[in-house]
């Protein structure tokens, strides 16, 4: 079924290259998705010797325990990610989710929350990208309804990257209570942490005992 779509939506050509594919990435293209090193920090999934916990998560802990991470955000992961969206391509949705999928080593959470988009934003757009690829992994456990995003605040894209917490806190409310639960998280891309870190603030407040991210793509801090 899924090369049948694949055919249908692309005419047989990967969605990267345009080269000829069965599926919506040919083997060429898949093979240059920038997978992460295995020397990550645990709680932040980015580069760290030995996959220690990093000094920073160290010396200002996170409300989240854990991120796993697919990707680094980098060429090709960033063009899909950006197709989805900003563009409307839904047909990559299952895709990444696949391959997030892929890199999640236990599934033993108890609800899979997508980080939620404000009401005008989810007007405009359509749709919000985070829960269509927690379709793909939820297994039963999908809540969208459980975390609302409060007002319209500036996209974290536009700000500097010390702007970004203060731009979203108190950003997100909790609907119900989620007393001892433990919450998988999962976005798009992750890159300072920030929005992240304030939704799982959010989520532990109304009781959450454990919080982890799932992320398609990491953005790597500037050298």
């Known amino acids: 079924m899924r090369d049948f779509l694949a055919r249908l939506l692309f005419g047989g050509s990967c969605f990267v290259c345009r080269g000829a594919s069965r599926?919506?990435?040919?083997?060429?293209?898949?093979?240059?998705?920038?997978?992460?090193?295995?020397?990550?920090?645990?709680?932040?999934?980015?580069?760290?010797?030995?996959?220690?916990?990093?000094?920073?998560?160290?010396?200002?802990?996170?409300?989240?325990?854990?991120?796993?991470?697919?990707?680094?955000?980098?060429?090709?992961?960033?063009?899909?990610?950006?197709?989805?969206?900003?563009?409307?391509?839904?047909?990559?949705?299952?895709?990444?989710?696949?391959?997030?999928?892929?890199?999640?080593?236990s599934w033993s959470v108890d609800r899979v929350i997508p980080v939620p988009l404000s009401s005008a934003r989810l007007r405009s757009r359509g749709y919000n990208q985070a829960a269509e690829i927690a379709r793909q992994l939820a297994r039963g456990k999908l809540d969208v309804d459980v975390c609302v995003r409060r007002g319209d605040s500036v996209p974290q894209t536009e700000l500097p990257w010390d702007e970004r917490r203060r731009n979203v806190r108190g950003a997100f409310g909790c609907r119900r209570p989620l007393a001892g639960a433990t919450v998988a998280v999962v976005d798009d891309v992750m890159t300072t942490g920030a929005t992240l870190d304030e939704l799982a603030l959010t989520l532990k407040r109304a009781g959450a005992a454990r919080v982890v991210n799932w992320v398609v793509a990491r953005t790597l801090p500037p050298a």
């Open 23 to 105: 599926e919506l990435l040919c083997e060429a293209c898949r093979e240059e998705l920038p997978r992460l090193g295995n020397e990550l920090c645990p709680r932040c999934a980015l580069p760290c010797p030995g996959g220690a916990v990093c000094g920073r998560c160290l010396a200002e802990p996170p409300a989240y325990d854990a991120t796993i991470a697919a990707f680094a955000y980098d060429f090709p992961a960033d063009a899909l990610v950006h197709a989805l969206k900003f563009r409307g391509e839904l047909a990559l949705a299952p895709l990444l989710g696949r391959l997030l999928s892929a890199t999640i080593p």
